[in-house]
Each structure stands twice: as C-alpha cells, then as structure tokens.
Nanobody
Framework: QVQLVESGGGLVQAGGSLRLSCAAS????????VAWFRQAPGKEREFVAT????????YYAYSVKGRFTISRDNAENTVYLQMNSLRPDDTAVYYC?????????????????WGQGTQVTVSS
C-alpha cells in the first residue's frame, strides 16, 4: 500500500510562488510514476504535471507549462511541484497521485494511489 501526503499549500498573491511536496511511502523494489492533479470548486479534476520514475521525463498541462516545474528526490521519496507566476485561476485543491510503472499519464484513472490534497489559493 502506497501512502501519499501533500504539503506546502496556502494563500499567495497573484504573481507569487509556492512549492508543494508529496511525501510517498514507495516500496524501493518497485518503480512509481507520480503526477499532480488539481480540482477547483465546481470543476472536474484536471491534470497538472507528471514525472517518470527516474525523473528524466516530465510532461505538463498547457495551462501551467513554463510556470510550474515537477521534480523528485527518490532518496527522500518526495515529489515536488514548484509553482511560479501564480494566477487566481490556479486556485484549487492539489493532489499527488502515484502509478506503479516507469511512466505516468495525464489520465486520472491511470493512478491507483492518491493523497488527501492541499489547498492552494491565489488572490488577485
């Protein structure tokens, strides 16, 4: 069983930055790809970014590309989401998700494990 715990959310002004962390309890004998998704009030959960097991391959949603950076430290079993130039429409609950395998997906249904989420609020 994989447990994921997000942290780092909060309230920030537009143009500001936040770094989210996702601490994972992976088995060291298996590879896991990790992704970040977000869900704003009244909207469906949407893909933000994913990173493969080795950290060498990343993929971003168009809406965050160039502003957000996903990275991972496998020695610490932690995945990060650095968010810069935040906008009010980035306001959402951010979730990390893990999928056993080398590469991730932008499809939420591909992920077996989810964290509880962390709230990010960007004020204008």
């Amino acid at each position: 069983q994989v447990q994921l715990v997000e942290s780092g959310g909060g309230l920030v002004q537009a143009g500001g930055s936040l770094r989210l962390s996702c601490a994972a309890s992976f088995s060291t004998s298996s590879n896991y790809a990790v992704a970040w998704f977000r869900q704003a009030p009244g909207k469906e959960r949407e893909f933000v970014a994913t990173i493969n097991w080795s950290g060498g391959t990343t993929y971003y949603a168009y809406s965050v590309k160039g502003r957000f950076t996903i990275s991972r430290d496998n020695a610490e079993n932690t995945v990060y989401l650095q968010m810069n130039s935040l906008r009010p429409d980035d306001t959402a609950v951010y979730y990390c998700a893990a999928d056993k395998g080398e590469y991730g997906s932008s499809w939420a249904g591909a992920y077996d494990y989810w964290g509880q989420g962390t709230q990010v609020t960007v004020s204008s």
